[in-house]
């Protein structure tokens, strides 16, 4: 499944087939509290909470629009523009989600990540089952599909430097996407889903990748090499570092290592070694005490850091990914905001 050692250059048209998404909208008459808005994507659709999991709404289209529809694997909501993956379909909303243009994509969809500064770079990049897509202009035109036949299943992108976890392997790119390197040696050949960089990567090439089934590696130099890092023969299916702590979702629930890897605690009060698909800090890097976890049976909340946890809706659902907008940044001391 894997592409040659060697990565293909970035080139051709863009896709001509792919619609642009609407033109911005003006916001919903209802008002829209960000910091209380959460998303979840199940295997049916896409639900949306307004007041930070205490009640929930699937969306839905109004009669003759859009909404997403199918397994809701990619959620990313950087304002006013949120993005969705679902099915062979990446779904754009300019209103909070209240309205959806849908672009067909090649594959199905299993990742999305803009730029860091997407007021500044519109660059958004798409993983799929067949691919790496890789937009110039906020998803209005897609360039050929990178890495073609490659199922390109997360992806982190702290510049310059791009990591993709993919079907077979995780591949580093130092030139933004336009080549990767092979998998680094010591690496299984089976399937990577998650991945967790050092904050400050290009000076401290740290970085842990999960796989399906075999537990979490580490490589201390940017994807080169990899030794094995805990959790051997779990899945670990999401990894969120935080200062001292590496967290990450598995099929045995949430685990915490507060060494980089070389131990590993379960926290199940609450969660009762529930199997997790993604964990989101809404309030990170400022917070990492507040956690919403999408397990195999709904969506799981806790304040504490994961020390105790209580379900936040949507019993019963396998829920397979979260989204929530950016904390609100406060403008610095003696300056105004406008």
């Not at 304002?79 to 909303?93: I, K, Q």
């Not at 290009?202 to 890092?229: E, K, N, Q």
Request: without cysteine.
């Amino acid at each position: 499944m894997m592409r040659a050692a060697s990565a293909l250059l970035l080139a051709g048209a863009p896709l001509a087939a792919m619609a642009a998404p609407p033109d911005p909208a003006p916001p919903s008459a209802a008002p829209v509290a960000t910091s209380l808005t959460v998303f979840a994507g199940t295997a049916g659709g896409l639900w949306r909470s307004r007041d930070f999991g205490g009640s929930w709404e699937a969306v839905t289209a109004p009669q003759g629009e859009l909404a997403p529809t199918g397994a809701v694997l990619a959620i990313q909501a950087l304002g006013p523009r949120v993005y969705v993956g679902a099915g062979r379909s990446l779904y754009v909303s300019d209103d909070f989600g209240e309205t959806w243009a849908a672009l067909p994509v090649p594959g199905r969809v299993l990742t999305v990540l803009s730029s860091r500064y997407p007021q500044s770079d519109p660059t958004l990049l798409v993983g799929t089952t067949e691919g790496l897509l890789r937009s110039p202009d906020a998803g209005r035109s897609f360039s050929p599909p990178m890495l073609p036949g490659t199922a390109v299943i997360r992806l982190e992108w702290p510049g310059p430097a791009m990591v993709a976890a993919t079907g077979d392997g995780v591949i580093v790119s130092m030139n933004a996407g336009t080549t990767f390197s092979a998998p680094g040696a010591g690496l299984p050949r089976v399937e990577f889903l998650s991945l967790a960089l050092s904050s400050f990567f290009s000076v401290d090439p740290v970085m842990f990748a999960g796989t399906s089934r075999v537990g979490l590696f580490r490589s201390s130099d940017g994807g080169a090499t990899w030794m094995l890092a805990g959790l051997a023969g779990q899945r670990v299916s999401d990894l969120v570092w935080l200062g001292p702590f590496l967290y990450a979702a598995t099929d045995a629930g949430l685990q915490r290592s507060e060494d980089l890897g070389r131990t590993w605690r379960t926290l199940s009060e609450g969660l009762e070694g529930r199997p997790l698909h993604r964990i989101l800090f809404p309030l990170a890097p400022g917070s990492g005490a507040e956690i919403l976890a999408a397990a195999d049976e709904g969506v799981y909340h806790s304040t504490d850091g994961g020390e105790h946890w209580r379900p936040a809706g949507l019993p019963g659902q396998p829920v397979l990914s979260l989204g929530t907008f950016p904390p609100v940044v406060p403008a610095p001391k003696g300056k105004r905001k406008r």
